[in-house]
């Protein structure tokens, strides 16, 4: 089927954009879900947060855009229709995402097993939460995580999680595989991918155009419809970009992080945290030019 990354027209599945590789076989294996992370840099996990839960965390996150007014009038609330030429839609609110409906789906009991199992010890997660209802004709660049959130525990993941059934062309979440260790990204992760937005004033998006990156350095991008219950997990140092939303409906999504209790935690995400406070000094055609990239 035809869809847009960034904003090329492109096949899926394609050379270009490939399938994601499921990993929910090896739920209860440790040392082979540690070892498909090492090679993949992520782990999609199909069915792995209960179906009904994400549904009824997606109803009251519906509510909060209608009464937000940011829905098509007349139109069936969960469908998540946009009004004409709809954006992007500002989900901050703090108690949306601590409603126990949605809360119950972004610190699932599912979650704090698995990463305690992954750790070794008990784990612990941000705070704050990415909630996005992304509109039409909208994506998100292809960045390292690292830059937003890169000053706690070296042990940090993030887990995507679509709320509803969230096909391709609707927006999800793609990543490039390799763009965490071979040595073609070496480079990426020794410059951009130690920066921090907020001390070096740089934009957080390394590249527009994702395929740009597979064309200069390497690597092979892949991405998935989603059904809700599934999310993928993965590290600071994989390059991730969503697919562009086509569609007259919102795409709703969180994203959160998990890492070991026992680290030191990224203080803007705190309880309490600043949140971002820089603002860009630099944009990243500069920046790169000076990193050699
Ligand atoms: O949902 C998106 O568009 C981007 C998500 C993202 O960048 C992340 O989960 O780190």
Redesign the pocket.
Known sequence: MKIKFGYRDIEFPSRELDQLRESQDLLGDTAALWQRLDTDGYLLLRGFIDRETVLAGRQVIMERLQAQQALAPNTPILEGVMPRGGRTVRLRSEDLVHHPAVLGVLENNVLFDLFEALFGEAALTFTYK?M?A?GNDQ??GA?Y?FVYMGRGSRDLY?V?IPFGDIPIEQ?T?SVCRGSHKLDSFARIRDTYGRSDVDRDGIEGWFERDPMAIVDKFGGQWLGSDYRAGDVIIFGMHTM?A?TTNLTTKYRL?C?VRYQPASQPVDERWKKGGTGHYGSTRRDMKTARAEWGL
């Open positions: 990415w996005r992304v994506y998100t960045h995580d993030t995507w927006g979440l991730h969503s999504s994203d």
